[in-house]
């Protein structure tokens, strides 16, 4: 078996990479590392998911936890429900592979307070499942399992409670958006969302299949449908997310889509424009957010990629709004990671208010290209940065953070493919594209 156990959760192909016995040893330790109480597991729509939300919850139960099954849901309603959860909830199990084909699952592991399990958690986690450290409760000490069908409902009010959600203004507009769920789990969540803030939904792909009918990962080039919706002026907004309902993608009426960077800035803008504080941002998330933090005054930190890394710095700077470039946005005032319902809800609020041109305006333009090469060899970060002696700075927390003067360059091992990213943001496709090419050469010569 191959699987890969991160911070993003424990992943692989179904029968290849993961099966129901490697979830049972890590749902075992994951009640073991947290002790007796709730677990809340919830998934998105795969096909194949019930049989690992099946396993987790037998393993958790036969040590002694409880279950808690809230059925489909997005990733952030299950975080939401865990930190909320009434009388406190000894952590969480997501069962879904994000924006990885439809044969991929896997199970991301929350911790009492409602975030992924951080670096260390993980090596206690692994650490427990490899010398099997949990023990096998007696018959009259068994868990329980429970459904609970609420959960959408209670992530809902919260977002809609939010002081930076202005909720009577969305309902004056009026609004008409169309939203692309890929059939996954935000199929019944987002649309809802909408139709309380008064906005009427067109449906496209919203149906609970797990048969993704297109590349499931949020981006312009594979949301054609709704791209040519919104050109054609047949909705104000055009919304798509990811199967599990963390990523947004966003667009309008004539524009069509943006890319999946804008997502975070036209969400720091709506929230910093009613109060100022520290934006946080991985690595690799555009200067666009920049453009965004310096019109307001305030900073952006980065950090390693992996929302719990993001989460982290968060907390160390008391950031008012953080996220990740990919369309994640992380409200801390409502739920502590990624939240496509969050974006959704402040990126309306920032249309309702008339300030999304202003927005659009005063952000930079820029090009930001991604790939990806496969790992052949050890990855030394040092040695790459004698490639490039043009640089003004480095960063070596997440691989190789390379700044120059308007443009960077960032190259890290993934932590869910056997994979080294590239990532490369310039002011013109040119640029970008010689910034990719050098991060290519170098790492040829360091395999050599």
């Known amino acids: 078996m191959s699987y890969l156990l991160t911070v993003s959760g424990l992943r692989g192909i179904v029968g290849e990479g993961i099966d129901p016995q490697i979830v049972v040893r890590f749902a075992a330790s ?14 998105d729509t795969r096909p194949h998911g019930h049989i690992f939300v099946n396993a987790a919850a037998s393993a958790i139960t036969a040590v002694g936890g409880d279950v808690v099954d809230v059925g489909i849901v997005p990733t952030p309603t299950l975080l939401f429900n865990v930190r909320t959860w009434d009388g406190g909830a000894r952590g969480g199990i997501v069962v879904t592979a994000s924006h990885n084909p439809v044969e991929w699952n896997a199970l991301k592991f929350v911790r009492p307070d409602g975030m992924f399990l951080f670096e260390d958690d993980v090596t206690r986690l692994k650490s427990i499942e490899m010398v099997e450290g949990w023990e096998w409760a007696k018959w009259n ?7 609970f069908g609420d959960a959408i409902e209670r992530h809902v009010q919260a977002v809609l409670r939010s002081e930076f959600v202005d909720v009577d203004a969305i309902k004056a507009n009026r609004f008409r958006a169309a939203v692309d769920a890929v059939n996954g789990a935000n199929w019944f969540a987002l649309p809802y969302l909408l139709e309380h803030l008064g906005v009427e939904v067109i449906r496209l792909y919203c149906e609970p299949t797990g048969i993704f009918p297109h590349n499931p990962e ?26 599990d309902g963390d990523r947004l993608l966003f667009g309008f009426k004539g524009q069509g889509l943006l890319t999946e960077e804008h997502t975070l800035a036209l969400a720091a803008w709506t929230v910093l424009e009613r109060k100022r504080g520290a934006v946080v941002a991985n690595l690799s998330t555009s200067m666009m957010i920049e453009d965004v933090a310096r019109h307001f005054g305030v900073e952006v930190a980065r950090t390693k990629v992996g929302e719990a890394n993001v989460v982290d710095g968060i907390i160390r700077h008391e950031a008012v709004i953080g996220g990740e470039g990919n369309g994640g946005v992380i409200l801390p005032d409502v739920n502590p990671t990624r939240d496509s319902l969050v974006g959704a809800a402040l990126i309306l609020t920032l ?21 990806k090469v496969k790992l052949q060899g050890e990855f030394d970060a040092q040695k790459l940065a004698e490639h ?23 190259i890290r091992p993934s932590n869910t493919e056997p994979v080294v990213r590239i990532y490369a943001e310039a002011k013109d496709l040119n640029a970008a594209k010689k910034l990719i090419k050098r991060a290519e050469s170098a790492l040829k010569n360091l395999w050599r």
């Open 30 to 43: 994951l009640a073991t590392l947290f002790g007796r109480g709730s677990y809340l597991i919830g998934r």
């Open 141 to 147: 000490r068994i868990g329980k399992i429970e459904q």
């Open 218 to 243: 949020p981006k312009k080039e594979h949301l054609v449908e709704l791209d040519r919706l919104l050109l054609n002026g047949e909705a104000d907004f055009g919304f798509a997310s990811d199967p």
């Open 351 to 371: 249309a309702a208010h008339g300030e999304l041109e202003k927005a659009l305006s005063s952000i930079g333009s820029y090009t930001l290209l991604k790939t």
């Open 388 to 410: 490039f002696d043009d640089a003004e700075k480095f960063d070596f927390s997440d691989g190789i953070y390379i700044r120059f003067s308007d443009a960077w360059l960032h």
